[in-house]
């Protein structure tokens, strides 16, 4: 099928329905006003449709995503069937929030809107702000007012580091940095209102549908929450035996499991392994669950040692794999296990996509790939430690769940299910290096920003992955793609597997850890089932794009809430 067709398709579809494709397993919805968004926003909320994973709200669109490519085809079938003129009734909670206003940009404001500084605190404090949408981060929040006295475009020049707490003007709305990051909206002021607690029983300390009031005071900021709702409570840590020791971690070593979808209208993306089929498959192995918590690592280089008898596998990348016996002890723990009885001393070499023993005392160490990127290790009874929104799994950007792995770190082990037993050996499919990875996309939702020819050009060249490329997405160099307007996308929700074309032209393809919302045009994106591939890509290697239409994709079976 040409670009032409594709474009053609598209453009039908859009026109009749409102509803474009968003890759295989999710539809952008475009509504004509914010009260329809959050209009079908909280109808989806109160009455979850089968295989519904998420619901994206944002200024004039709303992404839904599902567990299969039926379910994202009967929930495209189902918004056709609301009427979006029914108001949002959604539970409101009023936050207070005190605020310092001294922000780098209060003059800015002021000239801008035709008032001074006491004008726009005065106008700031003196409406109810209501939370519409989540933003890009964990606790960030859009505010829309009861007037459009501040309403400000955003700074020419986004800052690179805009510190958490600080109180901002963007376009029709205010907002709270919830921590660190870059930002170009216009900072008024500053409070210390932790936006995002994993602690509390709402993580989030305002939730789409909540009043928040802001309070000028001239010291130190505060907050008062007058009630609390909502979900997504850490659960407590489980009890578990201590396994297994880091001596070294590699580049980057970091536990994973399938994630935590669910909570991308709190700005949470669902984080995981990379290659999900490399981890289910060392969870097989070993006995385990196949959302069960692993060790997920980069080029290699990860050293453990067993403090007690232990069950592995490593999967994904193909590395060499070396197992030494007990060293001089360095521990008690190592000492007690050690003289418990005796152990081998002859050096292993298993093989990768079987399972091995490790008993208390050796040492594995994980090599540099022969092929592929990512390995991982499946461990009996899983790694425990305590869940962040029902997920062990850490999330590089937006800092939820455990720390990386550094040397010294303990991996507590989880016992084993009763009747669980160990897999037979398996195979992990791996690109070629020697040649380009081709990946299926689904076009849009945004080709329609680009012409025939730049489509065109997406598709035939290849693609190079950059050294920049980590867990939030796979930056890729090649001929620079142009777009067919100008001016800016607002931000939409975004999927895994999005390629994003910024203003300089080279592709970004969202991977894991990827924002939740995005405000670059979304040319295409990579299919459910090709992702695992994108994963095992390193530096230097190249990618192909091949278009499908949705009608022509095989079928997948639908996966577990954790997919």
């Not at 999710?26 to 914010?34: Q, W």
């Not at 709200?57 to 039926?70: G, H």
């Not at 963007?170 to 870059?182: E, T």
């Not at 009031?213 to 900021?221: C, E, H, L, S, V």
Request: aromatic share 4%; proline share 8%.
């Amino acid at each position: 099928m040409t670009a032409q067709q594709h474009a053609a398709y598209a453009a039908a579809h859009t026109a009749l329905t409102g509803i474009r494709p968003a890759g295989d397993r999710a539809i952008l919805v475009e509504l004509p006003s914010l009260g329809a968004v959050l209009s079908l926003q909280a109808q989806l909320t109160a009455h979850p449709q089968p295989g519904q994973v998420d619901v994206i709200a944002a200024a004039c669109t709303v992404l839904i995503t599902a567990d299969s490519p039926q379910a994202a085809q009967a929930l495209a079938a189902h918004v056709r069937s609301l009427d979006l003129e029914v108001p949002a009734e959604t539970a409101s909670t009023l936050v207070t929030i005190d605020v310092v206003y001294d922000g780098e940009d209060l003059d800015e404001v002021a000239a801008l809107t035709g008032l001074d500084r006491g004008g726009v605190v005065a106008a700031h404090t003196g409406q109810l702000w209501t939370a519409a949408f989540a933003g890009f981060a964990p606790g960030f929040a859009y505010l829309t007012g009861q007037d459009s006295s501040l309403e400000v475009p955003r700074r020419r020049s986004p800052r690179t580091a805009v510190p958490a707490g600080a109180v901002a003007l963007g376009g029709a709305y205010s907002a709270v940095y919830p921590r660190q990051s870059p930002g170009g909206w216009q900072l008024i002021g500053r409070t210390d209102a932790a936006m995002w607690d994993l602690g509390r029983e709402s993580p989030a300390l305002v939730r789409p549908g909540d009043t928040v009031r802001f309070n000028a005071i001239r010291a130190q900021a505060t907050v008062t929450h007058h009630q609390q709702s909502g979900t997504g409570a850490a659960s407590k840590e489980e009890q578990a035996t201590e396994g297994l020791a880091v001596r070294k971690p590699g580049l980057q070593s970091t536990i994973q499991d399938l994630g935590r979808p669910g909570y991308a209208s709190l700005g949470v993306s669902s984080a995981g392994a990379m290659d999900r089929g490399a981890l289910r498959r060392a969870n097989r192995l070993v006995g385990n669950s196949e959302g069960d918590a692993g060790i997920e690592l980069l080029f290699g280089g990860l050293e453990l040692v067993a403090l007690s008898d232990q069950v592995l596998a490593v999967t994904g990348a193909a590395v060499p794999l070396e197992i030494t016996p007990p060293e001089e002890p360095r521990t008690a723990e190592e000492q007690v296990a050690i003289e418990a009885e005796q152990r081998t001393t002859a050096v292993r070499h298993p093989a990768c996509d079987t399972p091995f023993a490790l008993l208390a005392g050796e040492r594995l160490t994980v090599g540099t790939p022969a092929a592929g990127l990512r390995s991982y290790v499946g461990v009996r009874g899983g790694l425990g430690g305590p869940e962040a929104l029902g997920s062990r799994s850490t999330d590089t950007m937006s800092g939820i769940g455990p720390e990386p792995l550094q040397a010294g770190t303990i991996l507590p082990v989880r016992t084993p299910a009763p009747g669980s037993i160990v897999g037979h050996p398996e195979v992990s499919p791996l690109p070629d290096r020697d040649e380009a990875t081709v990946l299926r996309v689904v076009p849009g939702p945004r080709q329609d920003w680009f012409s025939d020819e730049t489509l065109q050009d997406f598709l035939k060249q290849e693609w190079t992955v950059t050294p920049q490329s980590n867990r939030i997405g796979l930056r890729l160099n090649g001929h620079a793609l142009t777009r067919n307007r100008d001016g800016e996308l607002a931000s939409e929700g975004t999927v895994r597997g999005a390629v994003q074309v910024p203003p300089e032209g080279q592709p970004v393809l969202f991977l894991s850890d990827h924002p939740v919302t995005g405000g670059y045009p979304v040319i295409a994106v990579v299919v459910h089932a090709d992702l695992d591939k994108a994963a095992q890509l390193p530096p230097g290697t190249t990618v192909r794009f091949a278009a499908m239409l949705p009608a022509e994709l095989p079928e997948t079976p639908k996966e577990s809430p954790h997919a």
